[in-house]
T-cell receptor, first 110, second 114 residues
Framework: EDQVTQSPEALRLQEGESSSLNCSYT??????LFWYRQDPGKGPEFLFT???AGEEKEKERLKATLTKKESFLHITAPKPEDSATYLC???????????FGKGTSLLVTP | EAQVTQNPRYLITVTGKKLTVTCSQN?????MSWYRQDPGLGLRQIYY???????DKGDVPEGYKVSRKEKRNFPLILESPSPNQTSLYFC?????????????FGQGTRLTVV
């Protein structure tokens, strides 16, 4: 069965304190891995898509990487406005569903 | 502006009273889907549609119906709502069902069934 596990569930950082969020996955074959950001009461907002091991993508203070078993979302020198829930999702080869992890709730304090 | 629009944003209803949540996208996307989001459970797919008149069940389809008569619209129907369907619902669309497409989400519908 396809599974997506995100850790930690919650993370509190001071402004400027870099860290990483983890998404480990078990799928029969990976069509794509997606990272989303979700603010309270709003729909998820797309950040990155990764397709194959070794791939990396960057956007401002965020950098996503992918291995055969997991993906990391690295946050460099975060700011309070980076506070949100970050969701990881996989699109397996076996179907058309998007399987989401439960998310990591990030709080960045000044 | 490219967007996915859901209505209503908030809804309180009583058990057994049929309701429909509408979803419309203006991006000519082929793929549309519905999710529910519950604390501790994350986002779970209810139904999806790969194109007009093509729909299929997701992970939690019980108690829901959908239809896709037009490309832009994908309504979610609860024939006889129950309290366990109280949740935050999201509609999403993607350009096509392939490896390089991300999903665009609506703003959500918070449903309470009493």
């Amino acid at each position: 069965e396809d599974q997506v596990t995100q850790s930690p569930e919650a993370l509190r950082l001071q402004e400027g304190e870099s860290s990483s969020l983890n998404c480990s996955y078990t799928v029969s074959g990976l069509r794509g891995l997606f990272w989303y950001r979700q603010d309270p009461g709003k729909g998820p907002e797309f950040l990155f898509t990764l397709y194959s091991a070794g791939e990396e993508k960057e956007k401002e203070r965020l950098k996503a990487t992918l291995t055969k078993k997991e993906s990391f979302l690295h946050i460099t020198a975060p700011k309070p406005e980076d506070s949100a829930t970050y969701l990881c999702a996989v699109n397996p080869n076996s179907g058309y569903a998007l399987n989401f992890g439960k998310g990591t709730s990030l709080l960045v304090t000044p | 502006e490219a967007q996915v629009t859901q209505n209503p944003r908030y809804l309180i209803t009583v058990t057994g009273k049929k309701l429909t949540v509408t979803c419309s996208q203006n991006m000519n996307h082929e793929y549309m889907s519905w999710y529910r989001q519950d604390p501790g459970l994350g986002l779970r797919q209810i139904y999806y549609s790969m194109n007009v008149e093509v729909t299929d069940k997701g992970d939690v389809p019980e108690g829901y119906k959908v239809s896709r008569k037009e490309k832009r619209n994908f309504p979610l129907i609860l024939e006889s709502p129950s309290p366990n369907q109280t949740s935050l619902y999201f509609c999403a669309s993607s350009p096509r069902v392939s490896r390089d497409t991300e999903a665009f989400f609506g703003q959500g519908t918070r449903l309470t069934v009493v």
